[in-house]
Structures are given as structure tokens and as C-alpha cells.
């Protein structure tokens, strides 16, 4: 199956000519967006494997803003495509970990060149990640508590898909009582929309990386899902209630939280 690009172009004329030449090499093509607000919206919708993306566009934010997001926080590849051809705009782009730096050319672009960069790009990313996640392996115990009953036939290790994970932590409630608990060095706890508890033996800052949009990391200890199912409200901007916990918001993140929460949400 081929790859879905997302185009990030304010000039629906434009958009247009390069959603045929895309679609006649059959990848699909997501909607029109001028715009960092809609693109981001789309990206939350359907995540692309690719974005092509314009430095002049609709609103305050500029291609350049989207590209620094596009590979700190999605960690999506992207390829500029502008018609600015000045050596400032080019040195700015690399500075944003762009895959490439396509110059629009008048009256035609030249369809064949950016095709094949496309798919250069494209093969790059198919060897690193053969395709996004559904979920995550849970494990049962922690690794050296499972090593000690290996000879048993109990499940250690569980499938637990993202939207029904409520958060993941690096301490955990005791059983007995409110207190809460670190857990081991290079744990995480992950808790689900049933209760359930499971470890990963990673950390929150690797685990980040690999998780859908939605997944925001809201203190030193915790990233939370904030998915419609999960993402109950906020207490006066300091807290959050996931399922039926809070959690509170550090002023480290309080900013991402916000920008995270405006873009996912309709104020």
C-alpha cells in the first residue's frame, strides 16, 4: 500500500496540481491545509508518513515552526516545498531537520525530481520503522520477578492498545492506602481504561518518542493520554483529571499542555 503525504500549502492552486501528480502515483493524500493549526488537526486525524510543506502559509506560524514540531514531537519526515530560494531561509530550514528543500519553480514544477525525492525519503523511513503502532507490550511483573518463575505458564507479557492506556508513570499507588511508590529504575508503569497495571522496562523520556500525539507529558514523572476517552477536564489549569485521577501539571510543561490541549480540542 502506498504512503499517505499530508501537502501544507496556502495556495489551493498549488495544493491541488501536486494532490493529482500524488494521487495519479496512487498514494492518498489528505485535505487541503493553508495553515500549522489545520495541518496539526489532520495529523491528529490520520497520522501521514510523509509532509510537504510550504514556509509561507496562513495564520501567524510559518512552515519553519511546523517543521521544528514536525521532527521534535511527531517525528514525522518532511520536505520543504517554497519558493523561497535565498541562502537565510535555506540555512534556517536545516536547522529544523528537514528530509529535503524543493524550490518552487514557475510556471511548472518539476513533478519528476520532487517524485523521486519523495520516494527516496519514503524507502529511508520503511527500513527505520516498518509502520506505526497499534499498542504496547505490558509486562506482567517487573523482568526480575518473571526470570525468578520462568518455569510456570503464566502470562507475562500483555497487548494493550494505546486508546485504552490512561497514563504512564514512573511511581505507582500502593495497594494499601494513597501513598504512592517510585518504581524500579528503568520501569514505567502504564495504567488502562480497566484498571489494569503493567510495567515497560524503558524510560518516560525514550517512550515519548514512539507515542501517538495525544500521549503529552505533563511532569517529571508522568505522561497522560489525552484522548477524548480518557481526558476527563482540567482543575483551574493546574490539573488534570485522566479517568477518575489527577494529575498535576508541573510549570516545566504547563505551556506543551496547553498547546497540546488547544490543538486536540475546540474552545
Known amino acids: 500500500m502506498k504512503a499517505h503525504i499530508l501537502i501544507v500549502e496556502d495556495e489551493a492552486i498549488l495544493y491541488e496540481r501536486l494532490r493529482m501528480t500524488l494521487v495519479q502515483e496512487h498514494y492518498s493524500v489528505d485535505e487541503y491545509s493553508p495553515s500549522v493549526n489545520q495541518a496539526i488537526k ?5 497520522r501521514p508518513d510523509l509532509v510537504l510543506l ?40 536545516l536547522n529544523t531537520q528537514h528530509e529535503d528543500f524543493v524550490v518552487k519553480t514557475k510556471p511548472h514544477m518539476d513533478s519528476r525530481e520532487l517524485l523521486r525525492k519523495i520516494q527516496t525519503v519514503l524507502n529511508r523511513y520503511r527500513e527505520k520503522a516498518p509502520g506505526a503502532k497499534e499498542g504496547v507490550m505490558g509486562l506482567t511483573k517487573y523482568k526480575e520477578e518473571i526470570r525468578s518463575v520462568s518455569h510456570t505458564k503464566e502470562i507475562t507479557k500483555v497487548p494493550v492498545a494505546f486508546e485504552d492506556i490512561l497514563y504512564f508513570s514512573t511511581y505507582r499507588l500502593k495497594i494499601e492506602g494513597s ?5 524500579r529504575t528503568n520501569y514505567v508503569v502504564f495504567k488502562t481504561k480497566d484498571g489494569d497495571e503493567y510495567f515497560l522496562n524503558t524510560s518516560l523520556t525514550n517512550l515519548l518518542g514512539s507515542l501517538p500525539h495525544h500521549f503529552c507529558r505533563i511532569n517529571d514523572k508522568t505522561i497522560v493520554n489525552l484522548s477524548e476517552e480518557t481526558f476527563n477536564g482540567r482543575i483551574n489549569g493546574a490539573r488534570l483529571v485522566i479517568g477518575e485521577e489527577e494529575f498535576t501539571i508541573t510549570p516545566t510543561y504547563k505551556n506543551e499542555v496547553k498547546k497540546r490541549i488547544d490543538f486536540l480540542y475546540e474552545s
Open 179 to 183: 501513598n504512592v511508590e517510585n518504581v
Open 54 to 93: 510550504d514556509i509561507d502559509l496562513k495564520g501567524k506560524e510559518t512552515g519553519l515552526d511546523l517543521g521544528e514540531r514536525l521532527h521534535s514531537e511527531f517525528k514525522i519526515p518532511f520536505i520543504y516545498v517554497t519558493q523561497y530560494n535565498d541562502d537565510e531561509t535555506f540555512y534556517k530550514g
Open 42 to 46: 489532520q495529523i491528529n486525524i490520520k
